[in-house]
């Protein structure tokens, strides 16, 4: 029987049984077989080295299929990566592309060994040209072990959370194939709600992942999924801390599901043991027993305790061996065991565990340290990390709100070391390889990276940076960006103006980006050469327009429904960021803190000096609790609105379902919030609230409008805010020129990110922006001073919420004392890496 009728046949065999789902097709056996047999001859004639850029969809699979029904040498590589070391050294035949498949020879080159039906990379990527030589008989005995003890049947589908590039993607769509199962073909996240939709339409039963992929689905609230279907998870890839396994087990088995712990190598094809479910929440540490057909021993020496040592693999399942050249694809196999190079135990029940690996420890200072244990060491400091050996020290990168100095030291006595042999780094996330396995070199690499400081500008814009957020330059690491250190919604209105004039311009979400990538530009100035980023023109804009209208300067009403706006903007910017639950509650808590308690200080000053206020304006509650005086309750209305608007969200963004639902689709959160916030103006709900307290809540819409503005990144998104908008506005004041302004301002804020100005007015819309809460919450007191002068009033008003606005800021440096942005230490194997934005706040 020839290689193409096997194969073939194979697939034929299951009949009209679905092998594929995908989100927009079905392919049934039969039908993927002929898509099979039809892809065969345009990969040339002859047997061919193929080089197959991999996704997750039915081009890949069918091309993938035909190339090894065809008999050709496949060598599955991600896609959208550099893959010319592979290409440079070994000159494949045929390269398939995202564009189509490309012949680089009319005829074969190589000597290809007749068993020989897979190259992989041993990393999961395509760094290095050291390949994996899988034969056929690999590919089939291990995806006939592994459907054998995980029992796969017919009626099996299982999703690809994996890439096919990565050997434990590619054995889930083996197994299942040789099964008659059926695959669910998505490149989606995990983390996407569209990969869970198409889960659950095609009655998903497994899932498969690596520790990382287990940790995205805590994030994501897995364990309140209804998945009626899900049968089993299996897990891959590294090693999973027995905490979590043992929770996973508990998790599977509340829900009549089973959960695998696995262990393999690229090597081993994929494959070398498996723990059994039952087993699973008794030794959460095991890497259970072989697979079917395999066989695993310990070769113990005197290193090691006895009965401990290196795990040796035998089994159908083996490598042929390394290729490393385009000669070393003509040879049969040279080993016939797989020495793993992790050091192991036979359990008394017949179960091994992992106490070690060989090339994971490093000697220093007369000390054998495990990388391993020290790494779970860290872990139990709520740190997750990776420590890598690097010559005569050991690289630490982590993800941890302690600095870098502080890992340094915290590593160094776990590991029982001087802290001077630990190079510690900061990170915003874990490097990992393509497959989700940690990726050691990268440590290594992050680790030895040189201090990024030097050159003018980078230290110039720490001067700026540390002038405006009141820190000392030199605690400024340049690979932070503006949220990172501290920075929020009041000064970044002053960071934006003054960042313009040092730059030359404004890149886009700069407040996001790390210093050492600010760069000015060399473009000449134009006359109107400056920009002001139009939320900011709009606080100044609103300011002037509420105080010049409470002057009588001018009759310009709804600057105020515009700041609230402008606060929705922000706070869909600054208070939404990717950082977990709890800080981002912290982060609402600080929010609140900024707006509320400058407030009730000036109510309460304005209650010695003044009749203009009542007790229930200290609690920002006049609206709620009366007295229903106009002037009263009207003075401070916006801030009590915002304050208690709030509030609420800092309570909505607590409970874990909303948390999870805003990461994943950020733009329908928001969008919903302002369908809420549209049945609340139109009074829908039939809330029985009074008059004044039934004020407060139909402004919530403003404030949502301009959160779904901030998260709308679309045109489709965008224009349907503005629709939504101009069709909310209508009738909403009763005058047609107000709402005409308030819309006006929204689709300058929607369609249009920035303007262009000239520099006096780029800085006066700065420093008025910066100021406006406090001009807000003073000029009602300030403009009477003017003797019914109006334009003199309105001037006065704004000056004194500037220079209060000075004041309070100053007081804050000096009390501040010493300066708090990242920490860093004079030691330079020490550094912080940016995490995500951590902070930011709201005002008017």
């Not at 009209?16 to 345009?42: C, G, I």
């Not at 068993?115 to 290095?128: E, F, H, I, K």
């Not at 730059?503 to 050469?529: F, I, K, V």
């Not at 689709?747 to 809460?773: K, N, T």
Request: glycine share 8%; net charge positive; charged share 20%.
């Amino acid at each position: 029987m020839t290689p193409s009728a096997s194969l073939v046949d194979c697939l034929r065999s299951h009949g009209d049984r679905v092998a594929v789902h995908t989100e927009t097709t079905q392919l049934t056996y039969r039908d993927l077989a002929d898509e099979v047999t039809a892809t065969m001859p345009s990969l040339g004639t002859g047997r061919r080295l193929v080089l197959l850029e991999t996704r997750n969809d039915t081009d890949t699979l069918t091309r993938y299929l035909a190339a090894l029904a065809a008999g050709h040498v496949v060598i599955p590589v991600p896609a959208d990566r550099d893959h010319h070391a592979i290409i440079d050294t070994y000159d494949p035949d045929t390269v398939i592309e995202a564009s189509g498949i490309r012949h680089r020879h009319r005829r074969p080159v190589h000597r290809l060994h007749d068993d020989l039906a897979l190259l992989m990379s041993t990393s999961g990527s395509t760094g290095s040209p050291k390949l994996v030589r899988l034969s056929r008989v690999n590919l089939i005995s291990n995806a006939a072990a592994i459907a054998d003890y995980l029992d796969i049947r017919e009626t099996d589908r299982a999703a690809t959370t994996l890439p096919l590039s990565y050997c434990y993607g590619l054995s889930v769509v083996h197994s299942h194939l040789l099964r008659g199962a059926g695959l669910i073909l998505t490149g989606r996240s995990v983390v996407d709600d569209r990969f869970w939709e198409l889960f659950r339409r095609h009655r998903g039963t497994s899932l498969a992942g690596v520790p990382h992929t287990f940790d995205l689905l805590d994030r994501i609230g897995f364990d309140a999924m209804e998945l009626p279907h899900l049968r089993y998870l299996t897990q891959a890839g590294g090693r999973m801390p027995p905490e979590q396994v043992s929770r996973w087990a508990a998790h599977a088995s509340e829900r009549g599901r089973k959960f695998f712990v696995m262990y393999g190598a690229t090597e081993a094809t994929a494959r070398m043991a498996y723990l059994p479910p039952e087993l699973a929440l008794s030794h959460p540490g095991c890497i259970g027993r072989p697979i079917p057909g395999g066989v695993l021993s310990i070769d113990s020496n005197d290193d090691w305790p006895a009965g401990t040592g290196e795990l040796v693999y035998r089994g159908p399942n083996v490598m042929m061996g390394y290729a490393q050249r385009p000669g070393d694809l003509a040879l049969g196999a040279t080993v016939d065991e797989l020495r793993t190079g992790d050091i192991a135990r036979r359990g008394p029940d017949g179960l091994y565990e992992i106490v070690g690996r060989s090339s994971r420890f490093v000697k220093l200072y007369g000390l054998r340290i495990d990388l391993q244990r020290l790494e779970a060491a860290l872990r139990s400091h709520d740190t997750a990390v990776l420590c890598a050996e690097d010559e005569d020290s050991i690289a630490v990168a982590a993800t941890t709100p302690r600095s870098a100095s502080e890992l340094q030291q915290l590593t160094a006595a776990a590991a029982g070391v001087p802290v001077t042999a630990v190079r510690a780094v900061v990170v915003t996330e874990l490097p990992r390889l393509t497959s989700g396995k940690p990726d050691y070199p990268a440590v290594r690499r992050l680790a030895a990276m040189p201090d990024p400081d030097a050159g003018s500008d980078a230290v110039d814009l720490r001067r700026l940076f540390a002038d405006v957020l009141h820190l000392d330059p030199t605690t400024i690491d340049t690979r932070a960006s503006f949220v990172d250190l501290g920075g929020n919604s009041l000064t970044y209105v002053a960071m934006s103006v003054r960042l313009e004039q040092a730059l030359g311009h404004l890149p886009a979400q700069w407040h996001l980006m790390p210093l050492n990538r600010l760069q000015p530009t060399t473009a000449p100035r134009r006359r109107w050469g400056s920009t002001v980023e139009t939320s900011v023109a709009l606080r100044a804009a609103a300011i002037v327009l509420i105080v010049g209208s409470h002057a009588d300067l001018f009759k310009l009403w709804g600057g105020a429904h515009l700041l609230l706006g402008v606060a929705g903007y922000n706070f869909g910017r600054f208070c939404l960021t990717p950082v977990p639950r709890r800080q981002r509650v912290l982060h609402l808590r600080n929010t609140i803190a900024w707006i509320a308690v400058p407030s009730i200080a000036w109510v309460a000053i304005a209650l010695v000096l003044t009749d203009d206020y009542h007790l229930s304006n200290l609690l920002l509650a006049n609206k709620f609790l009366g007295p229903p005086d106009s002037m009263t309750a009207g003075r401070l209305w916006f801030v009590e609105v915002l304050v208690w608007i709030l509030v609420a969200l800092t309570v909505v963004s607590w409970l874990p379902g909303a948390d999870r639902w805003e990461r994943r689709r950020p733009f329908a959160f928001a969008a919903a919030a302002l369908v809420l916030g549209l049945a609340l103006r139109y009074d829908l709900l039939g809330f029985g609230l009074g008059r004044e307290a039934w004020f407060t809540v139909l402004a919530f819409w403003f404030f949502a409008a301009g959160w779904a503005a901030a998260k709308a990144s679309t045109l489709w998104q965008r224009t349907i805010v503005t629709a939504v908008l101009a069709v909310g506005l209508h009738g909403y004041f009763g005058n047609p020129d107000r709402e005409m302004l308030v819309l006006a301002g929204f689709v300058l804020l929607i369609w249009l990110p920035a303007l262009r100005c000239p520099a006096a007015v780029a800085g006066i819309c700065g420093v008025l922006a910066e100021a406006s809460l406090y001009i807000y919450l003073t000029h009602y007191q300030v403009y009477p001073l003017a003797g019914g002068h109006p334009l003199l009033g309105v001037v006065l008003s704004l000056a004194t919420g500037v220079a209060l606005t000075r004041l309070v800021m100053a007081v804050r440096k000096r009390m501040a004392g010493r300066p708090a942005g990242l920490p860093t230490t004079s030691t330079p194997a020490t550094r912080t890496v940016p995490a995500e934005p951590t902070t930011g706040k709201i005002a008017p």
